[in-house]
């Protein structure tokens, strides 16, 4: 099956720095990634959507400038968190898809927390 | 708005019994549903798809169920494992992206 890993699998950053997250479609060219959090107990919300080559959609709420994302090529898109609080503090997990009506497969999340 | 609910929140249950998980949807204009299991700390790892015209699908003992007409789906576990215990994820397809429901934790005691 296709293999999407992540990068790192957990960071620990002070408060105020920026922190950037990997992912990776390996054995697949992926043309949309998605971005996801997930908070203890809870459920993946959806952070946005990015497409090779263009900007990424925000879901509502999330703030862009705050959460960057880029997807370069069609095999890495990164998260970059800017300024990070300790409210920043949660898991991300990405996904990856091939073509408009694949499905999506997930990587092993990033653990981050801020102090 | 497309709201995805999974009951019970969480459920315990002796080694070898056969359980089912509910998911229900409000929106029945989806493309397909999926089931997953995630372990505490991890990713996901996808147990099942359901495309939107069919109405189950069979892996080893899970078999998932789609009703898209009246927004429901079943996971149904069969002679359940200690290695069974996880959370367990129901997500909908919509428009391409997915959207999730809270989960049903699993406990299965030996």
């Known amino acids: 099956g296709a293999v999407v890993s992540q990068h790192p699998s957990w960071v620990i950053c002070k408060s105020g720095t920026s922190v950037k997250i990997e992912c990776r479609s390996l054995?697949?060219?992926?043309?949309?990634m998605f971005w996801y959090r997930q908070f203890p107990k809870q459920s993946l919300m959806l952070m946005a959507t990015s497409n090779e080559g263009s900007k990424a959609t925000y879901e509502q709420g999330v703030e862009k400038d705050k959460f960057l994302i880029n997807h370069a090529s069609l095999t890495l898109s990164t998260l970059t968190v800017t300024s990070a609080h300790p409210e920043d503090s949660s898991f991300y997990i990405c996904s990856a898809r091939q073509g408009a009506d694949g499905e999506q497969f997930f990587g092993p999340g990033t653990r981050l927390t801020v102090l | 708005k497309q709201e995805v609910t999974q009951i019970p929140a969480a459920l315990s249950v002796p080694e070898g019994e056969n359980l089912v998980l509910n998911c229900s949807f409000t929106d029945s204009a989806i493309y397909n549903l999926q089931w997953f299991r995630q372990d505490p700390g991890k990713g996901l790892t996808s147990l099942l798809l359901?495309?939107?015209?069919?109405r189950e699908q069979t892996s080893g003992r899970l078999n998932a169920s789609l009703d898209k007409s009246s927004g429901r789906s079943t996971l149904y576990i069969a002679a359940s494992q200690p290695g069974d215990s996880a959370t367990y994820l129901c997500?909908?397809?919509?428009?391409?992206?997915?959207?999730f429901g809270q989960g049903t934790e699993l406990s299965v005691k030996p």
């Open positions: 997500a909908v397809n919509q428009g391409g992206k997915l959207i």
């Open positions: 359901i495309q939107s015209s069919q």
């Open positions: 054995d697949f060219q992926a043309t949309t």
